[in-house]
């Protein structure tokens, strides 16, 4: 891909980014309006984030992938249970991945 394509690529995506935001703000509030709706628009980005957590950590090339990503967001959902600071189980993730590809695991 030359140089030039990837460049209209990122200027077009963060246009389109701007549009939907823009747009989002145009929404009259009755279409948003009520407890339901709230709600799943109030979940939405979590399931989003969730499904791209997910993708991320057993996608592979056509086929599930499990290694020390798997490990790792299940070391991270373990600290986040037991309320540990972000950061703690950011550094703490990536020290449990790191470990386990040195060893020879993913």
Avoid at 38 to 59: K, W
Wanted: aromatic fraction near 6%; glycine fraction near 10%; charged fraction near 15%.
């Amino acid at each position: 891909m030359s140089s030039t394509v990837l460049w209209v690529s990122v200027l077009a995506a963060c246009a389109l980014g701007f549009v939907t935001k823009y747009l989002g703000h145009l929404v009259p509030e009755s279409l948003v309006d009520g407890r339901r709706r709230s709600r799943i628009i109030g979940l939405l980005p979590v399931a989003l984030l969730a499904g791209l957590v997910v993708t991320q950590t057993v996608g592979g090339d056509e086929r599930i992938v499990l290694d020390a990503r798997l490990a790792a967001v299940a070391l991270a959902v373990v600290l986040l249970w037991l309320r540990a600071n972000f950061v703690i189980v950011v550094v703490a993730a990536a020290a449990l991945a790191a470990g386990l590809r040195a060893l020879g695991w993913g």
